[in-house]
């Protein structure tokens, strides 16, 4: 069995030229007290043995610990099976690992206050440099407490408080019309919209965008709401009237509610799409290989959740102002067979 590679250090560096582990630690941070000479000498051997810095002893040096946060306030096995939170999970892994920090995930089910708890232990213990928040309610309180906390944090969402922040917004407006339009271009004169839970502020605006495009295009609409699993979308649309038109389409707010209100349709020997339309707000594989594929929006939350994280980052490194918003563009339908759409080749 081969001998383990000892990872090149500041020490080992310093036995290999025989100079003193101070000035090899002079050389590579560019201090003063080392000719040029002897650094350039110093700087090749670190890049010839493989050296790199080490990012915690970086973090320290800056003052940071060199992580950044998210709590989700949901079931871990729940969101294991949600395609949404998990895209948008990697993409702020993605960004903060690029700018060399660490993403701490921590799950609870006690709501906000055990939310508003772990916060506080964090920044007691140094363990973050800032937080991504999501799913902000219309009275959230967690801005406010993460300011006193003097803890950066990035908004995935639309939320307009008077707090010193960062936040990825999304075209909700553009992609309800999208959403409608379709609708009504495949013949459905009805829309039963199934939201997440009613106290977020994104399923709130997008209650109320439905509304009014419905109304605008001078269809019904009705609307039930529940988790983001597939019972809640089986729930929701047992719920749900199907006599508000002759032709009426479901609207979910995820890829799990609307297969939750397939299984239900198909369940009363519905036609799916000559009966009954379903289109989802958001794309994934489980839209896609779903029989019939479900229509969707590709809004991309991997782009999404990159986009906080590397903002948050550039905020904590004061690369970014306090205010900086950054949109996502509008999503792309995906047309699929639930709104007699073709398959896709």
């Known amino acids: 069995m081969p001998p383990k590679t000892q990872r090149p ?3 080992t560096i310093a036995r290999d030229l025989g100079i003193s582990a ?12 080392v000719s040029a000479a002897l650094r350039t000498r110093v700087v090749e051997h670190a890049e010839k043995v493989g050296w790199t810095p080490h990012s915690g002893a970086q973090a320290l040096r800056r003052g940071r ?87 950066d944090f990035a908004v995935l969402g639309h939320y307009t408080g008077p707090e010193d922040f960062v ?35 994104h399923e709130r605006r997008r209650l109320e965008l439905l509304r009014q495009l419905c109304c605008e295009q001078g269809i019904a609409h009705t609307h039930a709401s529940g ?18 038109s002759e032709r009426p389409a479901v609207i979910a707010s995820s890829d799990l509610l609307a ?18 339309g379903i289109v989802s707000w958001d794309d994934s594989l489980i839209a896609e290989v779903a029989s ?11 782009d999404m959740g990159h986009h906080a994280g590397d903002l948050l980052v550039r905020r904590i490194e004061g690369e970014a102002l306090g205010g900086a918003e950054l949109q996502n563009a509008p999503a792309g339908l995906v047309p699929r067979q639930s709104t007699g759409a073709p398959p896709r080749t």
């Open 9 to 11: 250090t500041v020490a």
């Open 22 to 33: 101070a000035t090899v630690s002079y050389a590579l941070n560019d201090k003063p007290g």
């Open 65 to 151: 610990s060199g992580n950044i946060g998210l709590v989700l306030i949901r079931d871990p096995q729940e969101v294991s099976r949600e395609p949404f939170y998990s895209s948008v999970t990697a993409g702020i892994e993605s960004a903060s690992s690029s700018h060399g920090y660490e993403l701490l995930i921590r799950f609870v089910r006690g709501g906000r206050h055990e939310e508003i708890e772990v916060f506080r232990g964090w920044a007691h213990q140094r363990r973050v440099d800032g937080v991504v928040l999501l799913d902000l309610a219309e009275d959230d309180h967690r801005p406010a407490v993460l300011e006193s906390l003097n803890l």
């Open 167 to 201: 936040k990825v917004t999304t075209a909700e407006a553009e992609d309800a019309r999208t959403v409608v339009e379709h609708i009504v271009a495949r013949g459905y004169d009805g829309c039963i919209q199934l939201t997440g839970p009613a106290g977020y502020a």
């Open 227 to 244: 988790s983001y699993t597939i019972d809640a979308g089986i729930a929701a649309f047992e719920r749900s009237d199907l006599a508000i």
């Open 259 to 276: 297969i939750g209100a397939l299984r239900a349709a198909l369940a009363r020997g519905l036609d799916v799409p000559a009966s009954l």
């Open 292 to 302: 019939p594929g479900i229509t969707a929006l590709s809004r991309q939350p991997f």
